[in-house]
């Protein structure tokens, strides 16, 4: 009797000491899982230490298609093959995936998802908005990509996204020069100016030069909001602002052909440069 007393006892304190095992694992678990809910998803990072972000691009047209929805898909895949040459040019496509940096793009919802560091998404996105609209007129350049070199690729890059950069002895006295095709809502950083396009505007409809651009001009000492005609410049701190071409399209919408100088010893406002 005194042996099944004792086996019976036994029996009893190993179910305790199993039930309160199996409650501690439970309890454990749950405290770590609460505590990397907390701390929140960590961000890979490139081998020289820049972190990884993800991008979505829509790359469906501003404009309507009336011919087919297999145009807006190539429209879609030419931004995206060269998007992909911006970012993978120098490195390579299969070097940069190994790294994190990757792409995926659905032809079905015409959605683009860029996982890369952030400066490159900028980029990318500067480009996606200043691609012409499908249906526009507009100039194309055939490059046999095999035989260019990295200048060549640059320049060519340039063209594509409306961005044309002169050296000191192609812009005159004064220094480098820049000009963009912008949007509104588009942005043009030159040296340490930021130029953001507002509004396009339509004033007088049987004056093709009275057209006008709303514009947030930024540098590091000045903010202002600036309205410049067609044709004219103006002058903030060190830099000359000239609107080339400005084309309305209605609603403040359109696009206006911007140039920027350095100019230190500029100041005023300049006339009209032609009629």
């Not at 961000?43 to 691009?57: I, W």
């Not at 015409?110 to 249906?135: C, F, P, W």
């Not at 947030?216 to 005609?229: A, C, F, G, Q, Y």
Request: charged fraction near 25%.
């Amino acid at each position: 009797m005194r042996i099944r007393h004792t086996a019976s006892a036994v029996g009893m304190m190993a179910l305790i000491i199993l039930g309160i095992c199996a409650q501690s694992p439970a309890q454990n678990t749950t405290g770590r899982s609460q505590e990397w809910r907390t701390r929140g998803p960590v961000m890979p990072k490139t081998a020289d230490g820049a972190t990884l972000q993800v991008g979505t691009f829509n790359l469906t047209p501003r404009t309507p298609i009336s011919e087919n929805v297999e145009q807006a898909r190539q429209f879609a895949t030419s931004i995206v093959e060269v998007v992909k040459t911006m970012l993978y040019s120098q490195t390579g496509e299969s070097a940069a995936n190994a790294a994190g940096r990757k792409l995926w793009y659905d032809p079905n919802t015409l959605q683009m998802t860029i996982t890369d560091t952030n400066e490159n998404l900028r980029a990318v996105s500067d480009y996606v908005k200043s691609v012409v609209a499908v249906g526009k007129k507009g100039r194309s350049d055939v490059v046999l990509l095999k035989h260019q070199t990295a200048s060549d690729m640059s320049g060519l890059i340039n063209r594509v996204t409306g961005l044309e950069a002169t050296s000191p002895a192609e812009g005159g006295a004064g220094g480098q020069s820049v000009t963009k095709t912008l949007r509104p809502e588009g942005e043009l950083t030159f040296r340490d100016l930021r130029i953001r396009v507002t509004k396009i505007n339509q004033n007088d409809v049987n004056d093709k030069n009275d057209d006008d651009v709303e514009m947030v001009l930024r540098t590091p000492t000045t903010s202002e909001d600036r309205t410049i005609k067609e044709f004219r410049s103006e002058f903030i701190d060190d830099y000359e602002i000239n609107v080339i071409e400005v084309r309305p399209s209605g609603n403040n919408e359109g696009s206006a052909r911007i140039e920027v100088r350095y100019n230190p010893q500029g100041t005023g406002v300049v006339a009209p440069t032609r009629q």
